[in-house]
């Protein structure tokens, strides 16, 4: 097999998503061994080597499915998975998130939207009207400044900035899924899109993947690492929004907060007080509300900038 049905078939051990099998490929890559010839190991070198439990090497001894064959099935569905060394890999993720960043993307759509700038949405799916139609606007003012806006697919904010974006005259939108790529779970207005051109999806697991709590956390990552700048509607204290605030904020990157005459949610004071920026509407004419997430990105980037530096001299 090659390398990109490997890594789907070691996406499907029992336990093992996108974040262990990062830490597996860190491991194999310590032990010199690449991962083409995993399966050339013996149980014990997997056991204590790699830290595949007995149900885990049963797997993948023994796979339920093959791998390479459903690869080809995505593709005559228009279906890519792209590896962190393919040129059409978004170079952002790797410069981001390093070694965290996803080794394998499933997406299906227009990928020169990977090429734009991008702001992520994330977003209380019970908004009110008020912090809906803001949402709607702000994105629209954006697409049609020449940015992409990438959100989640799932109703009230997700569904209300994808269309945003596809009802003006801008490039597109993506939809990171918390699911396989082959279970879109998105809004029936924004599938209507999926065949015109101006739509990505991307998803970082196995494509008959259903929903979890926990892939939507681990979507939030990278929706963030895709995003210039990221606006939150509604971020509560707990939940995937506020969670979403908490990974843009320890990136360091621009974090906004949307705040309507219902104040900034129940979780924006706190991320307000640990970096995040206030976002008010219908207060800039587009080309301004560019202006300020350019400027804040500036300033974001400055920081890691600094940051890396300081971290260099102190070692």
């Not at 010199?32 to 797997?59: W, Y």
């Not at 599938?191 to 993947?209: A, I, N």
């Amino acid at each position: 097999m090659n390398e990109i049905a490997i890594l789907l078939q070691l996406l499907r051990l029992p336990g093992i998503g996108p974040a262990r099998l990062r830490q597996l490929l860190a491991r194999l890559f310590q032990m010199g061994v690449p991962v083409e010839r995993i399966a050339e190991l013996g149980d014990e070198q997997l056991a204590l080597g790699g830290r595949l439990t007995g149900d885990q090497i049963t797997a993948l001894r023994q796979p339920d499915s093959d791998a390479a064959a459903d690869l080809q099935l995505c593709a005559e569905k228009g279906i890519r998975a792209l590896l962190a060394s393919d040129s059409e890999y978004p170079l952002r993720l790797i410069s981001l998130l390093g070694r965290n960043a996803p080794p394998l993307l499933f997406v299906r759509g227009n990928l020169e939207l990977l090429k734009y700038p991008c702001v992520g949405i994330s977003g209380s799916r019970q908004a009110s009207e008020e912090s809906l139609q803001a949402t709607f606007q702000l994105c629209r003012s954006m697409a049609e400044q020449g940015w992409v806006i990438a959100s989640g697919g799932a109703r009230g904010t997700d569904e209300a900035a994808h269309l945003g974006s596809l009802q003006s005259g801008g490039p597109g939108t993506i939809v990171v899924m918390p699911t396989g790529i082959l279970k879109p779970n998105i809004r029936r207005e924004v599938r209507k899109h999926l065949e015109d051109g101006r739509t990505l999806l991307v998803s970082e697991f196995p494509p008959e993947f259903g929903w979890t709590v926990g892939c939507a956390m681990q979507r939030n990552r990278l929706l963030v690492a895709l995003s210039r700048v990221t606006l939150l509607v509604e971020p509560g204290i707990t939940g995937g929004t506020g969670g979403t605030g908490k990974i843009v904020l320890k990136l360091g990157l621009p974090l906004f907060v949307l705040e309507t005459s219902s104040g900034v949610g129940s979780g924006g004071p706190d991320l307000l007080k640990s970096g995040a920026n206030i976002f008010k509407p219908n207060q800039e004419t587009p080309a301004q509300i560019v202006k300020i997430f350019e400027e804040a990105e500036a300033v974001a980037r400055a920081a890691r900038e600094k940051s890396v530096t300081q971290s260099l001299f102190a070692s």
